[in-house]
């Protein structure tokens, strides 16, 4: 089993000192709790890697102690008289910090606040992005079993960050994973008793597991998918992008539709998008707003939250549905062969069952029931296709498909 445990970093007095963690009567010293969570689960089996989150104020904070960084080799004064230097590159400054080298990774996100005469203007939303498309990159690299937030450092904003970060990524993952072998990562929070500097010696560590429920319902309305506002919001001055996202979302909501008001024959007869399609333009997503983001660290892009959100589940969606559709080889009919409605029946039966949509599958069961009823009385010849209406005799006029109904 494998996990990933993620923590606000620390830069404040006393970062080098270690602290007696304990969990199931075992005990630790370790200058984090992540650190300890890590060693204590990798004694039961567990692969963790830990990943520290550093805002990027962090070294400007001048409640350090100067003298506990010099004897680590950190000229902090220097930071300090000349901000805009570690500005450039703030990674190599966090790459030279000896007492965190215990971490598999780290990486920078936006701050909030004046820090040292230097003002900060990212955004709440900025930061939740920032850690929740780290998150889904690095499962999409390598999936774990688990991951695990620890929330016993940070300011109150970038654990409460943290805590939307993770909603995110797990909604992401559950409606992107229907299929029984795929699998949906476990949520855990993870903190210790407080450490106040008061007479404690030992901080024991707590673990509670969260779940964040997700369904079978769209992110996006009908006005998302047929206006042009959602899209401009999301790709602002790039036309040809914004028009490859709008058609990738309309197929997805006449892919969602149909399966979501039982008429699985518009799937057969419309087809859908290719799953690495899908995949290749929400990694295409990520890759863009990782560069609006990073392209400065003092101000905020002003990416909107509520659409940016609702691309990357639509984007997780639309591909996990495709996934289970290609898994039970469904695909566009050809109109020589038709289809087969028994095969039908099993087949959304089954994909209903995968979907929680248990209404869909009985609907479905009747409605094709009386279908073969109809069939069999009123047509002559079955072996030649003719329309269902011309069978049903509703006496209705045939014609295109009713866009009410998609």
């Given at each position: 089993m494998s996990s990933l445990i993620y923590q606000i970093g620390r830069f404040d007095r006393g970062l080098t000192k270690e602290y007696d963690f304990e969990k199931d009567g075992k005990s630790i010293k370790k200058r984090l709790s992540s650190f300890a969570l890590k060693e204590l689960l990798e004694e039961e089996g567990e692969d963790s890697r830990v990943v520290l989150i550093y805002p990027v104020s962090l070294p400007l904070n001048r409640g350090v102690d100067k003298e506990e960084l010099k004897n680590n080799s950190i000229e902090i004064e220097r930071l300090w008289e000349n901000p805009s230097e570690y500005l450039n590159n703030p990674r190599e400054f966090f790459s030279r910090l000896p007492?965190?080298?215990?971490?598999?990774?780290?990486?920078?996100?936006?701050?909030?606040?004046?820090?040292?005469?230097?003002?900060?203007?990212?955004?709440?939303?900025?930061?939740?992005?920032?850690?929740?498309?780290?998150?889904?990159?690095?499962?999409?690299?390598?999936?774990?079993?688990?991951?695990?937030?620890?929330?016993?450092?940070?300011?109150?904003?970038?654990?409460?960050?943290?805590?939307?970060?993770?909603?995110?990524?797990?909604?992401?993952?559950?409606?992107?994973?229907?299929?029984?072998?795929?699998?949906?990562?476990?949520?855990?929070?993870?903190?210790?008793?407080?450490?106040?500097?008061?007479?404690?010696?030992?901080?024991?560590?707590?673990?509670?597991?969260?779940?964040?429920?997700?369904?079978?319902?769209?992110p996006l309305s009908k006005?998302?998918?047929?206006?042009?506002?959602?899209?401009?919001?999301?790709?602002?001055?790039?036309?040809?992008?914004?028009?490859?996202?709008?058609?990738?979302?309309?197929n997805f909501a006449v892919v969602f539709t149909a399966i979501n008001r039982n008429a699985p024959l518009a799937v057969y007869h419309l087809g859908f998008d290719d799953a690495n399609i899908i995949r290749e333009t929400f990694e295409v997503l990520l890759d863009d707003m990782k560069n609006l983001l990073y392209e400065s660290y003092l101000k905020s892009p002003g990416l909107n939250r509520g659409a940016y959100q609702k691309a990357i589940l639509t984007l997780g969606f639309y591909e996990g549905i495709v996934k289970v559709l290609d898994k039970y080889g469904v695909k566009v009919y050809e109109s020589e062969i038709g289809s087969d409605l028994e095969e039908i029946k099993?087949?959304?039966?089954?994909?209903?069952?995968?979907?929680?949509?248990?209404?869909?599958?009985?609907?479905?069961?009747?409605?094709?029931?009386?279908?073969?009823?109809?069939?069999?009385?009123?047509?002559?010849?079955?072996?030649?296709?003719?329309?269902?209406?011309?069978?049903?005799?509703?006496?209705?006029?045939?014609?295109?498909?009713?866009?009410?109904?998609?």
């Open positions: 007492f965190y080298r215990e971490a598999d990774d780290f990486f920078i996100i936006h701050s909030i606040g004046t820090y040292s005469g230097v003002t900060f203007e990212g955004e709440f939303s900025d930061i939740v992005f920032e850690i929740a498309m780290d998150m889904i990159e690095r499962y999409l690299k390598n999936p774990v079993e688990k991951i695990y937030v620890d929330v016993s450092t940070g300011f109150n904003i970038y654990v409460s960050a943290l805590l939307e970060a993770v909603r995110l990524f797990s909604t992401w993952a559950a409606l992107r994973s229907w299929l029984p072998e795929e699998g949906r990562p476990e949520i855990w929070l993870s903190f210790s008793d407080p450490i106040l500097g008061g007479g404690a010696t030992k901080y024991p560590l707590h673990l509670e597991r969260v779940s964040f429920k997700s369904f079978f319902s769209s006005n998302d998918v047929t206006g042009e506002r959602f899209y401009k919001e999301v790709y602002r001055g790039d036309k040809e992008k914004r028009a490859r996202l709008k058609k990738l979302f309309e099993n087949t959304f039966g089954e994909i209903y069952e995968l979907f929680g949509l248990d209404l869909n599958r009985v609907f479905l069961g009747n409605e094709i029931g009386s279908t073969w009823i109809k069939i069999k009385s009123k047509a002559e010849d079955c072996s030649n296709w003719q329309p269902f209406a011309l069978i049903h005799g509703s006496g209705q006029r045939i014609g295109p498909p009713n866009k009410r109904n998609y």
